[in-house]
């Protein structure tokens, strides 16, 4: 008997491990997705010392990040559970079949241009997210903390880097490494990671979220970014106005709390500006921060902006250039001595790889809002906030950037849009006459 309960026991044992480990494996993969470390095939971590890195579209030169990396350790370690992820798989495949239907019927020829091919692999590649984020189950909130406390040790150090650094704007260069893209991607990727572990950790985690609520306020705004400091103030705002709104004791406090924390924001924001106007050398942006605001504030329309629509309309005209184009797109995209990309990831990519290519995207945010329409009285406001994250990133930030075609923030996105998937395919269906 006693050498019957030995390999029972361990057996038991070895059970009771799998959670845990499957926990540490997704605490592992929620870090790298998030962590803004990237790597060079040509030498190593990424620490530049300047502000704007081109790699010339070389990709020896060509910061790649850690989630790449996690994305392929994370579908193998995972891969058991990969019935689950059918509809990544099948927006990949016919997102693939598109782009090579336009590869082959957008010239007259058989000549395929090697840039093309590059642009192909660099659109396919962050989809990988989408089929990780549905083989991933987290009933217990792992992603959200591991992003929680990713923000906690790194977006203090980032702000006080460049302080020393005398600017009030982000720094690329943290001593140790240097985030690439640090204006125009990460610090979206970074407000919609703080509003995830907001959303799902706030019960558990008031006293350190309070105190990162106001880290990331200064975080947004040293960013420059119109589209991180506008889903930062949103989803602060509704998230509070929510809590307070379900508060049956002590409402007026709450309210006066409230009141008092917009007018800290407007004096915080008010002072964040004055100091950049008044001392540009403490301003390392190339004008950027400053020259945002300024025209803003005298009710101009900002030069980023503004130059998107030319970038728009040029990129518009292309593609309705004739039939061919609109169906398959163009041979080859425009050269980056032109325009590097859109400014728009729908545009882009249409530009090159024609409709024909964009209907499994399109597809796929029909099956995603079909799904949420079935689902409806079902999904509990955790996945509703989710819902709203993946909208955004999907429909807003992608719509003022190529998003989706970039490995760091595209990854960060279709895995979102993967475990919303995953969520929304868990939940039980409304009845249809509800």
């Not at 470390?37 to 070389?58: M, R």
């Not at 982000?170 to 001593?175: D, E, G, I, Q, S």
Request: net charge positive.
């Amino acid at each position: 008997m006693k050498n019957a309960e030995v390999p029972s026991r361990a057996a038991d044992e070895e059970r009771s491990m799998e959670p845990r480990t499957s926990k540490l494996i997704v605490a592992l993969l929620a870090v790298a997705l998030l962590f803004p470390l990237f790597f060079q095939l040509s030498g190593g971590i990424y620490n530049s010392l300047k502000f704007v890195t081109d790699s010339g579209g070389v990709l020896g030169t060509l910061p790649l990040p850690l989630s790449i990396g996690a994305c392929v350790l994370g579908v193998f370690a995972l891969r058991r559970n990969f019935r689950q992820a059918v509809p990544a798989a099948v927006f990949i495949a016919a997102f693939a079949a598109g782009m090579l239907l336009s590869l082959v019927f957008a010239t007259q020829g058989l000549h395929i241009e090697k840039r093309k091919l590059l642009l192909a692999a660099q659109f396919l590649l962050p989809t990988m997210g989408l089929v990780l984020g549905q083989l991933v189950r987290d009933e217990d909130n792992v992603i959200a903390r591991a992003f929680m406390w990713v923000l906690i040790l790194l977006v203090p150090f980032q702000l006080v880097a460049g302080w020393l650094q005398n600017t009030l704007t982000l720094t690329h260069y943290l001593y140790f490494f240097s985030i690439y893209q640090h204006f125009q991607f990460v610090p979206v990727i970074f407000v919609v990671a703080f509003g995830f572990a907001m959303v799902h950790l706030w019960d558990q985690n008031k006293a350190l979220l309070r105190c990162l609520t106001a880290v990331m306020g200064v975080y947004a705004i040293a960013s420059a970014s119109f589209l991180a400091i506008g889903f930062y103030v949103g989803s602060v705002l509704v998230f509070f106005a929510r809590k307070m709104m379900r508060l049956k004791t002590e409402r007026l406090g709450s309210f006066v709390a409230f009141g008092l924390s917009i007018v800290a924001g407007v004096l915080v924001v008010g002072m964040y500006y004055g100091i950049a106007k008044t001392n540009t050398s403490i301003v390392d942006d190339n004008g950027q921060y400053v020259g945002k605001f300024q025209t803003l504030v005298e009710g101009k329309i900002p030069v980023n902006i503004r130059d998107r629509f030319g970038d728009w309309a040029l990129f518009l005209n292309g593609i309705t250039e004739n039939t061919r184009t609109v169906v398959f797109g163009h041979v080859e995209p425009f050269s980056r001595e032109v325009k590097t990309s859109a400014h728009n990831w729908y545009l882009d990519f249409t530009y090159s790889f024609g409709l024909i290519s964009l209907l499994p995207m399109l597809g796929l945010i029909a099956f995603t809002a079909h799904l949420v329409w079935r689902r409806r009285i079902s999904i509990p406001d955790r996945t509703w906030w989710l819902v709203a994250m993946v909208a955004f990133l999907v429909l807003v930030d992608s719509n003022f950037k190529v998003t989706l075609r970039q490995p760091y923030p595209g990854i960060f996105a279709y895995f979102l849009w993967g475990l919303l998937l995953s969520r929304l395919q868990a939940a039980p269906a409304a009845r249809l006459d509800a």
